[in-house]
């Protein structure tokens, strides 16, 4: 019951990421939530009850069968455990698949990721595009006081350069009402979002104003999605990079990603 408690305490969660998700509609209090299209009829689930004791109260967001038999996926605030049938047993960890190598719980940790990054809507993001085609899109959680996170901003030309479009997502890793809060939210205010983007990250001071921001938003989100520190790159597979990577090594990741992607998709 202690390892539960201490679960509950880390995977607690508003749910936000429910909405993101179709197979994650919330249900009522009496009832099982709702199984994902991979999942046995619906009428078969786990049994729930000690684990939403353990979360006091707060529902999940989804379940699904997986490959090892009696063991289900259960998904809470975008996080992902696994739960035994009977329900007295969760597990914290990954499934990998010894065939493929595959790392299913990756692989679902990264469809949820670009699930509740789409649903922020690139209209919410301060976005630099290459002038020329875009051959990637990466979507970066930043701090404007971050040391690596201005280094990974000077050399966006060349980021655009290699085709990849960079978009900003807002995580003040001092938190809301932070000197970094303040001026994330002064960027996005300002009337040229990318030129004060551009200057605050050279340390050049800017006019504080305030408006209606995602910031607060986008900060909360980077949590629940695991976010640690800045920057946190999202490729577009939904894998997340902790770090700065160099726009050349970038680039190679993100083919690399991409012709892997293809292939799993029996894709040429």
């Not at 004060?196 to 989100?221: F, Q, W």
Request: proline share 7%.
């Amino acid at each position: 019951m202690h390892k539960l408690l201490l679960i509950a305490a880390v995977f607690y969660a508003t749910g936000a990421l429910a909405a993101a998700d179709p197979a994650s509609t919330p249900t009522p209090a009496d009832a099982p939530p709702t199984a994902s299209s991979t999942t046995a009829p619906a009428a078969k689930h786990p049994d729930f009850t000690q684990l939403q004791t353990a979360l006091k109260g707060q529902k999940v967001d989804s379940f699904a069968t997986t490959p090892v038999p009696g063991l289900y996926e259960v998904v809470i605030g975008g996080q992902v455990l696994y739960l035994s049938e009977d329900g007295r047993f969760v597990v914290e960890g990954e499934i990998v698949n010894l065939s493929s190598f595959d790392n299913l719980t990756e692989n679902r940790r990264g469809e949820l990721r670009g699930k509740a990054i789409d649903a922020i809507g690139e209209n919410n993001m301060v976005v630099f595009s290459p002038e020329g085609p875009v051959k990637h899109t990466v979507t970066v959680f930043t701090d404007i006081d971050c040391g690596y996170c201005r280094k990974l901003h000077t050399q966006m030309s060349a980021y655009n350069k290699e085709g990849i479009k960079v978009r900003y997502l807002w995580f003040p890793r001092e938190g809301i009402d932070s000197d970094s809060y303040k001026k994330a939210v002064a960027v996005w205010c300002a009337d040229d979002r990318q030129n004060a983007m551009t200057k605050a990250k050279r340390g050049e001071t800017i006019e504080l104003k305030s408006c209606d921001n995602p910031v607060k938003t986008e900060y909360e989100l980077g949590q629940k999605l695991g976010v640690r520190g800045t920057p946190s790159i999202i490729l577009e597979s939904g894998e997340m990079i902790p770090g700065y990577v160099p726009p050349t090594e970038l680039a190679q990741l993100l083919a690399e990603n991409k012709t892997k992607t293809a292939k799993a998709l029996g894709q040429p």
